[in-house]
Every structure is written in structure tokens, then in C-alpha cells.
């Protein structure tokens, strides 16, 4: 079966302007997160969406950030007047056991650059 | 505040020979452990976990170690090989955490023919 897919894989923007990235889950996985990787960072947790309500938001780092999921499936992050110390890649995974103990499969991640 | 540390940045290791890759965490309110491996431009991909309840957990050529009173985990690669060199991340999660992880910083492994 089709694992996690995100869109665009790579995404040049200029500083200012929006930018939105996609995720679609694996079928019939209710848990959604979003990660993202800074260069030589660790993967740092954004959002977490359960169906199609947003439990945790703690990691979102400022109110230029937000997502939404619809559905209970594709979810979209959306970062306003992007800055410079927005670029990394950022990372979707989905879970089939919302708040539990079970792995969770990713996407190969959208690569954002803000010039 | 790092609450998953990996502290060792690279690892390198014979063909045949065993890896082992430490992490170390601080929140006593982890009880699900997980190790990724992830490639250059690819996702991480789900190696093996353990529950806090094990101490080991086996799967093939992986297995995970878990000292709860140490907050010490290892991942034991034996006989490793040279498609095993890749980026590997500790991940941890527990409490009323969501299922969400917290990661170290990773340890890039570097198995030699």
C-alpha cells in the first residue's frame, strides 16, 4: 500500500512571502504529526492532529504557523511571511494508534528554503 | 532542555562487526522507545521499539536494550553491513504526550567493507 506522501519535496521561497505544505496520510490512520529538521538538528515535533482536531499544538513555534487537516486525512501547514530561520525540512508522519504506543511512518519530507 | 540525548555524533564500524548506538533520556515519563534510521533525502524509517516494560526487544539483526533505572537505551546491529550506514534517531514518548516524540540529535553510522 501507498505509504505517507508529501508535497512539494522542495520549496524555494523569498523571505516574506506564505508558503503551504502538504501531507497525505496512510489510509486509515487517525493520528497525524508534523515534524520539521533544521540543518544538523534533531527532528523537533510542531502539531499533532487526531482525526481532524488539533490536541497538541505546543511546537508550533510562532502564530505564523498553522495546519489544518480535513477529512481525517490530507493535512496542510501553512507558514505566513516566511523568515530565513524557517528553513528545514519538514516531516509528516501518521500513526494508526492515536496517542499511543505504535510506530509512526513518515513521509521523505518537503525541503523549504527561504532565500 | 534536551530531554532524548544522543551523544556520540558518528560511529564507525567494520563490516561483521557489531554496532552499538547509545541514547540517554531525562523524562521519567517515557515509556515507549523507538529507533529510526533515515537516509540522506528520504524520511525516517522505523527500525525497532521497545515498551518500558521489556528490557529487550529482538528483531532479526536489531535489538534494543532499555535500563529504565539508568534512562539508558542501546541499539545492538550484529553482524552490521555497509547498507546500514545512514543516520540512526532515538525517539521517546509517553505520558500525556499525544504519542508525539521527542528525538535526539542523531548518530551517523558508517559501516566499512
Known amino acids: 500500500g501507498a505509504g505517507v506522501s508529501q508535497s512539494p519535496s522542495n520549496k524555494v521561497t523569498e523571505k516574506g512571502k506564505d508558503v503551504e505544505l502538504r501531507c497525505d496520510p496512510i489510509s486509515g490512520h487517525t493520528a497525524l504529526y508534523w515534524y520539521r529538521q533544521s540543518l544538523g538538528q534533531g527532528l523537533e515535533f510542531l502539531i499533532y492532529?487526531?482525526?481532524?482536531?488539533?490536541?497538541?499544538k505546543s511546537g508550533l513555534p510562532s502564530d505564523r504557523f498553522s495546519a489544518e487537516r480535513t477529512g481525517g486525512s490530507v493535512s496542510t501547514l501553512t507558514i505566513q511571511r516566511t523568515q530565513q530561520e524557517d528553513s528545514a525540512v519538514y516531516l509528516c508522519?501518521?500513526?494508526?494508534?492515536?496517542?499511543?504506543?505504535?510506530?509512526?511512518?513518515f513521509g521523505p519530507g518537503t525541503r523549504l528554503t527561504v532565500t | 532542555d534536551q530531554q532524548v540525548k544522543q551523544n556520540s555524533p558518528s560511529l564507525s564500524v567494520q563490516e561483521g562487526r557489531i554496532s552499538i548506538l547509545n541514547c540517554d533520556y531525562t523524562n521519567s515519563m517515557f515509556d515507549y522507545f523507538l529507533w529510526y534510521k533515515k537516509y540522506p533525502a528520504e524520511g525516517p524509517t522505523f527500525l525497532i521499539s521497545i515498551s518500558s516494560i521489556k528490557d529487550k526487544n529482538e528483531d532479526g539483526r536489531f535489538t534494543v536494550f532499555l535500563n529504565k533505572s539508568a534512562k539508558h537505551l542501546s541499539l545492538h546491529i550484529v553482524p552490521s553491513q555497509p547498507g546500514d550506514s545512514a543516520v540512526y534517531f532515538c525517539?521517546?514518548?509517553?505520558?500525556?504526550?499525544?504519542?508525539?516524540?521527542?528525538f535526539g540529535q542523531g548518530t551517523i553510522l558508517t559501516v566499512h567493507p
Open positions: 492532529f487526531q482525526g481532524n482536531s488539533a490536541p497538541d
Open positions: 525517539a521517546a514518548t509517553g505520558g500525556t504526550s499525544y504519542g508525539k516524540l521527542t
Open positions: 508522519a501518521s500513526s494508526s494508534s492515536p496517542g499511543g504506543r505504535r510506530e509512526q511512518y
